[in-house]
């Protein structure tokens, strides 16, 4: 199989959708050189700036822009430079994009796929790192997704651009250069389906994005003190694969759910809530959580480090849903 | 236009009386710009409305029945009833949507133009807005970005004088709204908003220059409503005296002198079409408050093209 760093996947994904289909359109600030980490380079000398469309720093027009565009019968990307601006185009992707839909009786639909990048990396301060994703999942009407690998984040943008919804498609910035295995083809990966990346026994860790490598990586040390730990990479936060999640906490009983984004209000709240409530009696701990404190990204490179939960920190979370006594007896 | 009247006071009437509810805004007094803007462009091209938007949609030829279904919440509406007076959607007439956040239906209709150009083939949108969305910012970025794509666009601008219940001067001290528009260098007119020919007239020429590809237009409709800002709104914050001037240049008795003084219409012809106006939106509205509200199952349904997995 061949091996891709995610960027590379990403403008893959990208180059394939705009020969497929001419109803794809991208349209982005400064994307015609390729963004700030070259997502996009070279789409504007095969595809022309009719279909790679540089945009003024209006994130509110653009989003509209796309919105209104979809609505029509085209299916736009737009890249939002950083996740942060987001913030910029909330009444759009908010009121409008995942509304029109139900608002108008099933009249229009939004296929209309929107790639954010972000995450707390090589301090770009509190304005350029954020993880707003629990904003968007708590929206009716939005799909959200964030890959952990090149492949998944191929797979994905192809099927979020295929989709009829709008699509919130996560990026981590500190997962770029990071190569790893994609099939030949252009198959999508489907919406709404997590993926058990390490298969354990004793205590199931669900995580997306960037955190699925870092609890990997737990799992790796907790097997040397015998504890069998099962990850998985939930890809979609909504909808979310709740059946593989709740089937997974069955098994292992114990539930860790880890990521970057503040802990409070979090999607792992949500997902604590849903596991707790259907699968109650089969757990012998809490479900716990592993998040950011509450606090804004910081600068400093020694402080940012602190802000990101790390290894130590999920390892930690595990190691305690074990040395709790179980809450009912056994079997 | 007397469509339109007739609609939206029998729309009144149903809500004084409790068969609608929420939050309604007339465009009594206003028929003039949807019905000379509708009237100048062609049945494929793609409208935009705001939250007072009846008129809009009837002057596109929505169906009245269908469209009063849906101010009434009943499943046989436009939008199943999901939508109501503020999220009209009559897209079998090219009437793509209408919105509820001011200022936010100014981006939809860029998109619309977006594809309209992608298309080819002489296509335009056009979108209504009011005097209020001109001091968001979503509207400026709007007026860059279709001036600087050269997007087949008419902005179409309803200054009825007042945002909600503030005059416009205690909003701005831009006396003329379409000065934005030149800031943008983009071709713009000042019409009267209640003379149904001069906004035909303006829009036309507007929809000619995006149909040629040379971009987007601004018109500007001096206007005012006779109702207020929504239905219970008294209105207290103008003047009675200022009501009675604009009611003096009621649109719709306006184009009727206009007629009768053309010896196009007799005073007969005058009763007999605001009879058949009133007689159809009666019978639409019988017709629409018969129908079934939308049922339990109708709640969870078109949030996605797919049952949500979660």
């Known amino acids: 199989m061949p091996e891709l760093r995610s960027i590379d996947a990403i403008r893959d994904a990208l180059r394939s959708e705009l020969a497929r289909d001419p109803r794809v359109v991208l349209l982005g600030e400064d994307i015609t050189v390729g963004g700030p980490f070259g997502a996009t380079k070279g789409l504007v000398d095969e595809f022309g700036e009719a279909r790679v469309r540089n945009t003024p720093i209006s994130e509110a027009a653009v989003m509209g822009l796309a919105v209104g565009a979809a609505a029509t019968g085209m299916r736009p990307v737009v890249e939002v430079m950083f996740m942060d601006f987001i913030t910029l185009a909330m009444d759009q992707l908010v009121n409008h994009a995942a509304k029109l839909r139900y608002m108008t009786g099933g009249q229009l639909r939004v296929p209309l796929t929107i790639r954010v990048q972000g995450g707390a990396a090589a301090s770009f301060g509190a304005h350029h790192s954020q993880s707003l994703e629990a904003w968007l999942t708590h929206v009716p009407g939005l799909k959200v997704v964030a890959p952990a690998t090149p492949a998944d984040a ?21 997962l770029y250069w990071t190569r790893g295995p994609v099939p030949d083809g252009h198959d999508p990966v489907p919406i709404g389906r997590a993926k058990i990346v390490r298969r354990g026994a004793d205590v199931t860790v669900i995580s997306y994005s960037r955190m699925v490598g870092i609890a990997l990586e737990a799992a790796t040390r907790l097997a040397d003190e015998g504890l069998d730990v099962e990850v998985i990479d939930l890809r979609s936060l909504a909808p979310l694969d709740i059946d593989t999640l709740i089937d997974s906490a069955r098994r292992t009983r114990r539930v860790v759910v880890a990521h970057e984004a503040v802990q409070h209000g979090g999607v792992g709240a949500e997902i604590a809530a849903r596991i707790q409530a259907e699968a109650f009696g089969e757990l012998d701990a809490p479900v716990l959580r592993v998040g950011a404190p509450f606090v804004p990204v910081p600068f400093s490179p020694e402080l940012e480090r602190r802000f990101v939960p790390d290894a130590d920190d999920i390892a930690g979370a595990v190691r305690s849903t074990v040395r709790r006594p179980s809450a009912v007896p056994a079997g | 236009m007397w469509l339109i009247r007739a609609f939206e006071e029998k729309v009144s009437e149903m809500y004084a009386r409790g068969a ?26 793609l409208v935009v409305g705001g939250h007072r938007s009846h008129g809009h949609a009837l002057a596109r030829g929505a169906d009245p029945e269908r469209l009063l279904a849906e101010i009434a919440g009943r499943a046989s509406g ?77 902005f179409v601008c309803e200054n009825n004088g007042y945002a909600e219940f503030t005059p416009l001067s205690a909003h701005t001290v831009v006396a003329e709204l379409s000065a934005h528009a030149r800031t943008y260098a983009m071709p713009t007119r000042a019409v009267d908003g209640n003379d149904v020919l001069a906004v035909r007239d303006g829009v036309r020429a507007a929809a000619a220059l995006a149909r040629e590809g040379a971009g987007p237009s601004f018109v500007e409709c001096i206007t005012y409503r006779l109702r207020g800002h929504y239905e219970g709104d008294p209105a207290k914050y103008r003047e009675l005296a200022e009501l009675a001037e604009w009611k003096e240049k009621d649109p719709v008795r306006r184009y009727e002198a206009v007629l009768a003084e053309r010896g196009a219409l007799g005073g007969e012809d005058r009763a007999r079409i605001e009879r058949r106006a009133r007689d159809r ?30």
């Not at chain 2, 007339?26 to 710009?33: K, S």
């Not at chain 2, 001091?135 to 400026?140: D, E, I, K």
Request: overall charge negative; some cysteine; aromatic content about 6%.
């Open chain 1, 154 to 174: 191929r797979g994905l943008l192809i099927a979020a651009i295929r989709d009829d919804d709008p699509v919130i498609f996560i990026e981590h910035r500190a």
């Open chain 2, 20 to 45: 609608v509810r929420g939050l309604i805004h007339l465009g009594i007094g206003q028929e003039a710009v949807a019905v000379g803007a509708c009237f100048a462009l062609e049945p494929d091209d």
């Open chain 2, 78 to 154: 436009y939008c199943g009833g999901k939508g109501g007076s503020m999220h009209i959607a009559a897209t079998d007439v090219g009437f793509i949507t209408a919105t509820g956040v001011v200022g936010g239906n100014v981006a939809l209709a860029l998109g619309a133009s977006l594809t309209a150009m992608s298309r080819g083939g002489g296509q335009v949108a056009a979108v209504f807005f009011g005097d209020g969305a001109a001091q968001t910012g979503v509207f400026h970025e709007c007026l860059n970005l279709a001036s600087l794509w050269r997007l087949p666009l008419v």
């Open chain 2, 281 to 310: 939106v009666e019978t639409a509205a019988s017709a629409a408050l018969a129908a079934p509200f939308p049922g339990p199952a109708d709640l969870m349904t078109d949030v996605l093209s797919r049952p949500a997995g979660a």
